[in-house]
């Protein structure tokens, strides 16, 4: 293990970016933190002060870096500062400054572009906190518990990534970035978050597993693409945040799964049929109609944050260096997109048809289509679920153009099944397709406190396994 690798604990803002060298830094963050402090008693887990969660802390940014769980009271969690190592031979293999070495400082040229994607991927990660406030007072078990507040209390490390950058590259403008990150509330109409899906509610756990299994998920491309940039320090701190996101999405995929598992098994020990949503839902467990509604807005509401499909942004911080595509190095081209096209469907003429444009001008369809590619595959591994109890059911992702609020398809109307409405029709028929608030109602109302070790809400099945090898009835918090 590299000395650069290992985590140093005994600071009062844990980091491996020797910290303490830069006296001037280090005073800045510190002056954060208690901020910081007062925005997460504010805004973040109500009512966890004294609870001890059985939490994961990194103890370095190798791979088995994540081996030490032990239980924290969460204001005591050691959030601080993680870049992987540094490649010193690594250089910039897209846009017009390919093949020259990255950058360790901000070029002037690119500074408040640069700034603008680090405070727009900052913003979200306390968003999120925020919206999930309350939900530790219905949780179906004590293992779903300490799964919300590790996601939690990593979400509030990235935030303290962005805020880094945001002190150290960034001078005054990005400390008073930083300060804005902790205004800013998720909803508040005064003065919001930042991009669409991070001031909509989450209001019950159905809504949170499909957050982090489809919104999370949005967070792996954005930081992959950002892991590709040109500003070294960038690449390098949201490549450490892609290790923690990766259990985010797991808490989302399998939480859906295990809701999908109870369904089915109640629904063949009660000789239920899928056509009977109502019959279903007095054996409280959540019908598969409802399910795939709150897919559908899950879905196209994290497909907005991927911005515009034809976006010059894109393609500046594209050429730029400052955002690469997922997984730049892996595709066989010129990475410089000067002759490409790719096809983005839009609509004309009342029926979407794909359209070639520059390929440079598309990158944000791209993502997106990358990022659907992966959606697709994980929805296979849930129908297996109905599959496997001889029930018919598939759940399916909506077109692309369906329920959108930014980019080619807004202010527009798609059904599902990708055909162009009429506002009309989008009326009568949207509440097939959208949870109503009677879905939300009937949702909320199973949402009860389960905290004995060992027992789960009658709507979701246990997982297969514990976390960190422990038994399933662990005592996963603590309350006394
Ligand atoms: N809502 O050229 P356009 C995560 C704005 S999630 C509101 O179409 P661009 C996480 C845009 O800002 C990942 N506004 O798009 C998950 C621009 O405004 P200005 C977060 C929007 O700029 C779960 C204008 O519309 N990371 O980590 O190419 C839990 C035109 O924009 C929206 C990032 O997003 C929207 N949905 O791309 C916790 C990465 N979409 O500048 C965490 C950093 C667009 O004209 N951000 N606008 O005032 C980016 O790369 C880009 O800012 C975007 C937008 C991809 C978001």
């Known amino acids: ?17 020797d910290l303490a060298s830069d006296r001037t830094l280090q005073r800045a963050l510190e002056r954060w933190q208690p901020a910081f ?14 609870l001890q969660v059985y939490l994961r802390t990194a103890i370095s940014v190798d791979r088995d870096g994540w081996a030490n769980f032990d239980y924290v009271r969460m204001p005591d969690y050691r959030w601080g500062i993680f870049l992987v190592p540094r490649d010193e031979g690594r250089r910039i293999h897209f846009g017009a400054h390919k093949g020259e070495p990255v950058w360790q400082e901000v070029p002037g040229e690119y500074r408040s572009q640069l700034q603008r994607l680090i405070v727009t991927q900052g913003d979200t990660e306390p968003a999120s906190v925020e919206q999930q406030r309350l ?5 179906p078990s004590l293992y779903d518990l300490r799964n919300l507040f590790q996601v939690n209390v990593e979400e509030g490390r990235h935030l303290w990534a962005m805020v880094y950058l945001l002190h150290r590259f960034f001078g005054r403008e990005g400390r008073e970035e930083g300060e804005a990150l902790l205004q800013r509330r998720s909803g508040d109409i005064n003065n919001p978050r930042i991009l669409t899906a991070f001031n909509e509610q989450t209001s019950h756990w159905l809504a949170f597993f499909m957050f982090t299994f489809f919104t999370d998920r949005d967070g792996k491309f954005q930081l992959s693409a950002l892991a590709e940039s040109a500003f070294d320090p960038l690449a390098r701190t949201t490549r450490f945040m892609l290790t923690e996101e990766a259990h985010h999405m797991f ?18 020990d009660e000789g239920l049929a899928d056509a009977d949503p109502e019959a279903v839902r007095r054996h409280g467990v959540i019908d598969f109609d409802t399910l795939q509604r709150f897919v559908n807005f899950h879905y196209s509401v994290t497909l907005d944050l991927f911005g515009g499909e034809i976006s010059s942004n894109a393609g500046s911080s594209y050429t730029g260096g400052l955002k690469g595509r997922y997984e730049e190095e892996k595709v066989g081209d010129d990475h410089a997109l000067s002759q490409a096209e790719y096809a983005v469907p839009q609509i004309d003429n009342d029926v979407i048809v794909a359209k070639h ?10 993502l997106r289509d ?12 849930w129908n297996r679920v109905p599959e496997k109890f001889g029930l018919d059911r598939r759940f399916v992702l909506p077109h692309v153009g369906f329920h959108r609020k930014i980019g080619v398809f807004a202010g527009r109307h ?6 162009v409405l009429t506002a009309d029709a989008w009326e009568r028929e949207s509440s097939r397709w959208l949870p109503t608030d009677a879905d939300h ?15 789960f809400a009658g709507w979701i099945a246990p997982p297969v396994r514990g976390i960190n090898n422990q038994p399933i009835d662990f005592q996963y918090v603590r309350f006394d």
């Not at 293990?1 to 970016?17: K, L, Q």
């Not at 444009?357 to 791209?366: D, E, F, K, S, Y």
Request: proline share 5%.
């Open 441 to 455: 109602q009937f949702v909320s109302s199973l949402m009860g406190r389960v905290v004995e070790p060992g027992r």
């Open 251 to 268: 808490v989302g995929e399998t939480g859906i799964a295990r809701v999908i598992q109870r369904t089915c098994e109640v629904m063949r």
């Open 135 to 139: 939900l530790g007072a219905t949780c």
């Open 370 to 381: 990358d990022y659907k590619g992966e959606i697709e595959a994980a929805m296979a591994r």
């Open 414 to 419: 798609v059904s599902p099944d990708g055909h």
């Open 357 to 366: 444009v520059p390929a440079l001008t598309a990158l944000n369809a791209r």
């Open 1 to 17: 293990m590299s000395d650069e690798s290992v985590i140093n604990y005994s600071d009062r803002i844990p980091n491996n970016v």
């Open 37 to 50: 402090l007062n925005w997460w008693e504010e805004a973040g887990p109500a009512k966890t002060s004294t």
